[in-house]
């Protein structure tokens, strides 16, 4: 279950929450008594959101940043696939493979956004697209000369301006969603202690390493001959 608490159809008197309830959910339906999206994702992204109408009215606001949009959608969903993958998100990774199929974009291209560095699919532009969202979300901003300069080659500033905001947005709905376990990202964290054997007590690993170097007398390495 995702960590904060989901409003139910009935709390809501927001007319925009009430809207996307309808539209997603089906008219009428209650989301957290009747989970699932015709996409297929829980929808616990748009419950746990409702808990503050201003904080949706602005995430909702930023989704409908593509109408006025110049920048080609199929980069930049490129943009926003690669996000997902790359911040470990399973639900912007899922959700952005859909949007460039949508597109036309070939299954192999959109299965080659997870290893797009030593993959074949891609031109120079969707290379340097790629190349630059690992830097944002990765690299934290830090872009190399040559990785701009190629975006620079192909796109006019006002677009590189939105492939920026766009990828540095869903870098950001990425890693609420891992946060606070919402729709595909509802997950336990996989990292976990793996246990000795019980009779392994609390004894020190390094001890066989260091019972090997005390058995030689110091400076010697058990090569020397007699």
Known sequence: MPR????????????????F??????????????????AGSPGTWWTTFALDPAIFKHCVQGFQLYRGAKLDPVLRELGQTRAGWARGSQFVYSQH????????????KVRAVAHWEVSDKFDELERAVLAYTDAL????????????????????????????YITCLYDM????SKALRTEFDDRDDPIVEVAAPEDFGTRDLAEPFLESGRSRPHGQTGQESA
């Open 173 to 176: 709905h990425a890693t609420m």
């Open 4 to 19: 904060l608490r989901q409003v139910g159809r009935a709390e809501v008197t927001d007319k925009l929450i009430l809207f």
């Open 137 to 164: 979300v990765l690299g934290g901003g830090r872009v190399h000369d040559e990785v701009f300069a190629v975006l620079k080659k192909h796109l006019p500033d006002e677009q590189i301006l939105e492939l920026t």
């Open 97 to 108: 493979c859909k949007q460039l199929r949508a597109l036309g974009v070939p299954e192999e």
């Open 21 to 38: 309830y309808d539209r997603l959910f089906g008219e009428g339906r209650d989301p957290v008594a009747e989970p699932g999206t015709e």
